[in-house]
């Protein structure tokens, strides 16, 4: 072997073992390296968990005041929610004449109360008229001139002739009754009664009609209407009765001594007590250190407040038709209970709904998985829509460019608008509660659509 490969051979053995050492040299720092790594995050992780531990004793002290507080302060809320809706129905059915006639006016359009108010007047007049008697009468007159016969006839047929005069008077009342002259009438009549009742409750100088103990409606102008009717007719011997004012019981007269006491009271807690349940409420919820899902069991709270309420005016109705005199309807007086309170109902369901709303709205909005993945789905669908149109050239430009920069003060802004429509709505219901809700989904739709964020890459000037 020549000294040349000797030669070669030695620097081949030398590179060979210089690069060995140089790996084991590199593995050994990378293995310092990896040794100083772990040690760094076990030292990171250590410091994090002492920072925890800070944090959460610190914190300690107001989560445990902050949670029972908030509760407190959301049910007080709650609870005065029902009783602000009783507040300001009373209110407004004791003060406000227009709200009262309003409330009872459909009550001469249902059947049981026309037929209760047929047969008062048609007992009133028959009593007045007394057929039967009169009947009774022409016979001993008719037997005293020698018809004895005739006479005899005429009397065994006088419960007939009574019972056939009867039915024409309730068939006339019955038309009469239901009338549009007659609506304008009841309408006309509870509206002078309650006029009065105002005056009575203000301490002013009152004409209140009041019969057994019981605040009433005056039946004398239908009386009047029906003995034209008969006249007409050909019964023309009603024309002749003495003036007949049988009365409609309307409210008893001792809750007017109770109601003047609390007139004022009504007028000022039909203010205060809604007021005072949103301040409680809105209380709880910021000192709540979990701000949204106070508000979603604030939503709840109020939903369950409306629906103990209406559990409530279902065992009270029960109670009223339990306790009724036999001389009273049972049927008009039911009808007349859910008649009057059907505005206390409207505004239970309104309120129900609007607690319902909210609680949906502050969950879906929330952190919780449901709803990040739910509002992805719906950002992912709206992305696909947009990129379809941007398939056939059908782009929002500059206008999408501008909503998505700005849509987050759009969505408070159509969240406000919303929430003004719905405060300053004349008379709202549960329905308009939805529509209102329907309608802002669909707004806040629009702008995760028309919004087009900038694409990846694109430059300032693009």
């Known amino acids: 072997m020549k000294a040349s490969d000797h030669a070669g051979l030695g620097r081949r053995g030398s590179a060979r073992g210089g690069w060995q050492a140089g790996e084991r040299e590199t593995t050994q720092n990378g293995s310092q390296e990896v040794e100083w790594l772990r040690r760094e995050v076990a030292d990171l992780q250590a410091k994090l968990a002492d920072a925890q531990a800070k944090e959460a004793g610190r914190r300690q002290p107001r989560s445990g005041w902050r949670a029972p507080v908030a509760a407190v302060l959301i049910v007080i809320g709650c609870v005065l929610a029902p009783l602000s809706v009783l507040a300001v129905w009373t209110a407004n059915e004791v003060s406000n004449t227009s709200t009262y006639v309003a409330n009872v006016a459909p009550l001469i359009s249902q059947p049981a109360i026309r037929d209760a108010l047929t047969n008062k007047v048609s007992t009133a007049v028959s009593a007045e008229l007394d057929v039967q008697g009169l009947t009774k009468q022409i016979a001993a007159e008719l037997n005293k001139s020698g018809l004895p016969k005739l006479s005899s006839l005429l009397s065994g047929f006088s419960g007939s002739i009574a019972s056939g005069v009867d039915g024409l008077i309730h068939s006339a009342v019955a038309k009469v009754v239901a009338s549009p002259q007659v609506r304008r009438l009841w309408i006309n009549g509870n509206r002078a009664v309650h006029e009065q009742l105002v005056l009575a409750l203000e301490g002013k100088k009152s004409a209140l ?134 505005f206390i109902k409207q505004g239970l369901r309104v309120v129900l709904v609007v607690g319902l709303v909210v609680a949906v709205a502050a969950f879906f909005t929330g952190p919780s998985v449901t709803a990040a993945r739910t509002r992805q789905a719906f950002k992912s669908g709206f992305a696909a829509i947009r990129r379809a149109g941007e398939r056939f050239s059908l782009t929002t430009g500059p206008v999408g460019t501008w909503v998505y920069q700005y849509r987050q003060p759009l969505r408070i802004g159509a969240v406000a608008v919303a929430a003004l429509i719905f405060v300053f709505w004349g008379n709202p219901t549960g329905v308009t509660v939805i529509v209102v809700a329907v309608i802002l989904l669909a707004l806040l739709g629009l702008i995760e659509l028309i919004g087009r964020p900038p694409r990846a890459g694109a430059t300032a000037s693009e």
């Open 209 to 342: 009609t009041i019969s057994g103990g019981k605040v009433v409606l005056s039946l004398g102008p239908i009386i009047d209407r029906v003995k034209n009717d008969l006249s007409k007719r050909g019964l023309t011997i009603v024309s002749k009765l003495p003036p007949i004012n049988p009365t409609y019981p309307l409210f008893s007269a001792k809750y007017l001594v109770q109601a003047q006491s609390l007139y004022r009271t009504l007028n000022t807690l039909k203010w205060v007590l809604p007021v005072l349940a949103l301040i409680f409420i809105a209380a709880g919820v910021y000192v709540a250190r979990r701000h949204r899902r106070a508000l979603v069991g604030a939503g709840l709270g109020l939903a369950a407040s409306m629906l103990v309420l209406g559990i409530l005016l279902a065992v009270g109705r029960s109670i009223y038709l339990s306790k009724l005199p036999a001389s009273f309807s049972a049927d008009a007086a039911a009808v007349a209970f859910d008649t009057i309170v059907r």
